[in-house]
């Protein structure tokens, strides 16, 4: 068939201005002033998007607190490196994060810093000649504060803050883990067997391991059990600390816990499909609210922990 030019004579038309628009002039951003304060930056960004969503997660945080109710941080490894633990000591400090939860990497970067002011070794120039995760001081210490936590009745993210401060290490004002323990909120770590460089060390105790990290995991269960009304924060773990979640949630929910009314959210650079799925999704299909926050730890999480100081007061 051969087509032509359709037409449009009768094309019918309205005014724009009767039409709803979802963009609005008042909604702008707001050009920086120097010497202007961090409020007032925060209220100079526009009204759309991600800039709405984070100032929704800082709300979210404050208003939980005002209220009594849990905010929990699900981490990987990767805010430790980037420099963020002084930030999330001092919510913990402040009392904002009310419990925290980690993968084993975690264990091993906080010791790290605590013991002699820094970590994150090159992987790639130490694999060829069998030296990388070999530091014998991470290996030991690590494992003797599992071991002997463990053997006490403990868990491994209290074995790992009892053991922190009671050390004198030099730098201990750096470990999250000690912050933790000092103001006696659950940490709990929660291992994958083979998967962090202690593993490798002839001190680590397969029965400890997973005794301490089961013991956390019925710890952080009890935690989301309390979730309602809270906010729990899954900050860059893409398989692990999401699938612990799920199960801790699914485990409350199963022994009648009311866990339907909360917020969760997931910041990191890039949404996997585990922390869509399992923290943002399907947690809060009963209810509540899910906010994915996309960009690098080292500027999201600074940005967002001003805000909630700016709003907490």
Partial sequence: MKYRP???????????KERLSKVSSDAAARPHKKGAGFSEFISSLPGFLAADDIKAVASAIVKARQQSRPVILGMGAHPIKVGLSPLIIDLIDRQIITAVACNGACIVHDFELAYMGRTS????????????????????????????????????????????????????????????????IPMTVHVALGADIVHMHPEADGAAIGEGSLRDFRLFTSVVADLQAGVYINLGSAVLLPEVFLKALATARNLGNKVDNFTTI???????????ENVLRRPTLEGGRSIALTGH????????????????G
């Fill in 121 to 184: 070794e090159d992987v790639a120039a130490e694999l060829g000649d069998g030296s990388f995760g070999m530091a014998k001081e991470t290996g030991s210490n690590v494992n003797r504060a599992i071991n002997e936590g463990v053997a006490s009745g403990t868990g491994i993210g209290e074995a790992m803050g009892r053991f922190i401060d009671s050390s004198n290490l030099e730098f201990s004002s750096k470990s999250i883990f000690r912050a933790g323990f000092k103001k006696e």
């Fill in 266 to 276: 997931n910041m990191d650079f890039i949404q996997h499909y585990r922390p869509r």
């Fill in 297 to 312: 730890h080292e500027i999201m999480l600074p940005l967002l922990c001003a805000m909630i100081i700016e709003q907490a």
């Fill in 6 to 16: 359709i037409e449009i004579k009768g094309l019918k038309t309205y005014s724009a």
